[in-house]
């Protein structure tokens, strides 16, 4: 079994500065990648960053040179810094795991989210 705990999320006005966290646990052989998806309401989830064991990185285009990812690979976190937000970035935010399990197989583990707000 795979835990994946969130926090840092809540109120923020425009402008401001949030730092989401991700803590991988359980059941994890090795990891490829952890990530974070959003989805504001009435819109589809999208793919907000995401950060490979190797540290390469991808970002959509609305939050590239405002939001950084990072992670710490030997506490199995990822972090999400999020600067400069809009009340466009508004949304749930939820934490991805691509791990391989201890019986080889690959799987994607998603957290529960965490509401972000952007509002004045």
């Known amino acids: 079994q795979v835990q994946l705990v969130e926090s840092g999320g809540g109120l923020v006005q425009p402008g401001g500065s949030l730092r989401l966290s991700c803590a991988a646990s359980?059941?994890?052989?090795?990891?490829?990648?952890m990530g974070w998806y959003r989805q504001a309401p009435g819109k589809q989830r999208e793919l907000a960053a995401t950060?490979?064991?190797?540290?390469?990185?991808n970002y959509v285009d609305s939050v590239k040179g405002r939001f950084t990812i990072s992670r710490d690979n030997a506490k199995n976190t990822v972090y999400l810094q999020m600067n400069s937000l809009k009340p466009e970035d508004t949304a749930v935010y939820y934490c991805?795991?691509?791990?391989?399990?201890?019986?080889?197989?690959?799987?994607?583990?998603w957290g529960q989210g965490t509401q972000v707000t952007v509002s004045s």
């Open positions: 991805t795991l691509d791990y391989l399990g201890f019986d080889g197989y690959r799987n994607v583990y």
């Open positions: 359980g059941s994890i052989f090795s990891i490829n990648a």
């Open positions: 950060i490979t064991s190797g540290g390469t990185t």
